[in-house]
């Protein structure tokens, strides 16, 4: 289990429940598990970077 978002993309990650000491000792972050890269990450603001991708999409920029 990884702290930070891997580079495959938003489009890869899962919700995973998280457990009792998960949200214990880290109530802002949220588990993901990747079916890229098969591995889980506790990360926070994926949903603000899938939204940041798709502004840049918006906007033409990548
Ligand atoms: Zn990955």
Redesign the pocket.
């Known amino acids: 289990m990884k702290l930070t978002?891997?580079?495959?993309?938003t489009g890869?990650?899962e919700r995973v429940e998280r457990s009792w000491w998960m949200r214990l000792l880290f109530p802002g972050r949220r588990l993901y598990y990747?079916?890229?890269?098969?591995?889980t990450?506790l990360v926070r603001k994926v949903l603000r970077a899938r939204a940041d991708t798709a502004a840049r999409e918006v906007a033409g920029v990548r």
């Not at 990747?34 to 591995?39: E, G, K, V």
């Open positions: 978002v891997c580079g495959c993309g890869h990650l990747c079916s890229a890269c098969r591995s990450r």
